[in-house]
């Protein structure tokens, strides 16, 4: 994609610093960001992209520099640090619902939509200004209230079809998957009248059919609507959105440098070529074997078996089925649906394995059937022969269940020491000791995986490891690091599961 040149300046920034501790994260940033603008903004891990976005954002203050906002009629100017008159004012202060109110959005690495709301109302909240905000309006146009309701209803159904969410209207948040969240968390700003929408790996846990459906709305939404981009995206989906990007920004040494996509390209990136089937056949070696395996739904389990295996099966899950609610999600219906086929698969000791499905399919739900979360409503579970479904999840754990999450997984408010000590690493992993000392919640997403993964791979020899997407928020060196991780901590078997591969 190409931008015009005489497009306007919808944002712009110079001298933006940001430090943490004795950590410099931001010195002497600048840009300029122009209407319709696709920008790919990457980075290492702890680089600054976050930070970033908090900042441009109105989430967080720099130390100093400057930060402009041309997106409403009235041209915005934020001079950092704010003096004490400015403080004072309560009417200048520079805060997130300030700058969303100029036509600013933003998607979260960690989703944040109300679970107990429908997918409809989380999306048409974000219409500002609606008349029964007003409590006058409440009891005097209730008739007016209504019929905004019904059209705002409307027009979140329609987007929410679009983004592939058609029937799943009047579902609660807390019911969808996290690709699924995802999309409604894109949808919500799209409705908002966004003018500038920064978003953080918005294609993370979304399959193939997904990422191509969201890419090619958010390019509807740029063009019909002239809206301008700002994605942070994993290392592997970095090509699906150089193909729409009309600008780089890569942050290093606390600087933003800005190059082409072709650039970029000519730089040599890894692809999901490069991923999950390659390394499970490196790992087999000439001695070990691939195994794959269609599952119901159009699931694919692939693991390696290592030499060193004898074969009996660490994780057995025969003929299970959860639902939620009246729904089976996992297991299918058979025939008039009265009957439901369950899951049933085994994974051998000494073994790496994928579980890759489609959104929806119920991949969250099959970790927290197996962790304990939720219960299982028929079918067994057992590690190394004995059966688990009826242990609370603690008790599972004591029998060699490790978990890691693909979101949550890490106390916020902890110190890093705290977290690792909790969760029983006996020795901390050299590259988590630059962290110790430090709140869990002032890492990066990338960081914090890092630390997440740590707390389930170095605290005990488990029978059977259960990763959900390990490999979200971390760059190409600490992807290779923990593959490296997984292998040398792989006593018993390990179970990672990812959206369906593109290939």
Known sequence: MVLSTNAPVVMSANGLYKRFGG???????????????????????????????NILTGNLEPDAGTLSLFTAAKEEHFQFPRSWARKLNFLDHFTPERIARRGVSRSWQDIRLFPTHTLRDNVALAIQNQTGESPFAVFYRRRRIREEEAQIAKEADALLVRFGLGGRETSSADMVSL??????????????????????????????????????????????????????????????????????????????????????????????SDGVRPWLRHLAGTNGRVVERELPGGALLSYAQLPNGSGRAALNVKDLVVRRGRRPVIGRPIGDGREVEGLSFALPDCSIGVLQAPNGWGKTTFLEALSGVIPVDRGTISINGKPIQDLATWDR???????????????????????????????????????????????????????????????????????????????????????????????????????????
């Open 179 to 272: 690709g699924q969240s995802k999309r409604v968390a894109i949808a919500r700003s799209v409705l908002a009248g966004a003018k500038i929408m920064f978003l953080d790996e918005p294609l993370s846990a979304l399959d193939s059919k997904g990422i191509n459906e969201v890419m090619a709305l958010l390019a509807s939404v740029v063009a019909e609507h002239g809206v301008t981009l700002v994605i942070v995206e994993h290392v592997f989906n970095i090509p699906r959105v150089l193909d729409q990007a009309t600008t780089v920004w890569t942050i290093t040494n606390g600087q933003i440098k800005v190059e082409t996509p072709e650039q970029v390209r000519r730089q040599g990136l890894p692809t999901e």
């Open 23 to 53: 950590q410099v994260i931001l010195n002497n940033a600048a840009f300029e960001m122009r209407r319709s603008e696709v920008v790919l903004l990457r980075g290492a891990n702890g680089a600054g992209k976050t930070t970033l976005l």
């Open 397 to 503: 754990i004591a029998n060699g269940l490790g978990i890691m999450q693909s979101r949550d997984n890490v106390f916020p408010n902890l110190l890093v020491d705290e977290a690792i000590k909790l969760a029983g690493v006996a020795e901390v992993p050299d590259h988590i000791r630059p962290f110790l000392g430090r709140r869990v919640a002032a890492l990066s997403g990338g960081e914090r995986q890092n630390v997440a993964a740590a707390c389930a791979l170095f605290a005990r020899t488990n029978a059977v490891n259960l990763l959900d997407e390990p490999f979200g928020m971390l760059d190409a060196k600490a992807i290779a690091r923990l593959q490296g991780e997984i292998l040398a901590r792989n006593g018993g078997a390990t179970l990672m599961l990812l959206p369906a591969a593109s290939n």
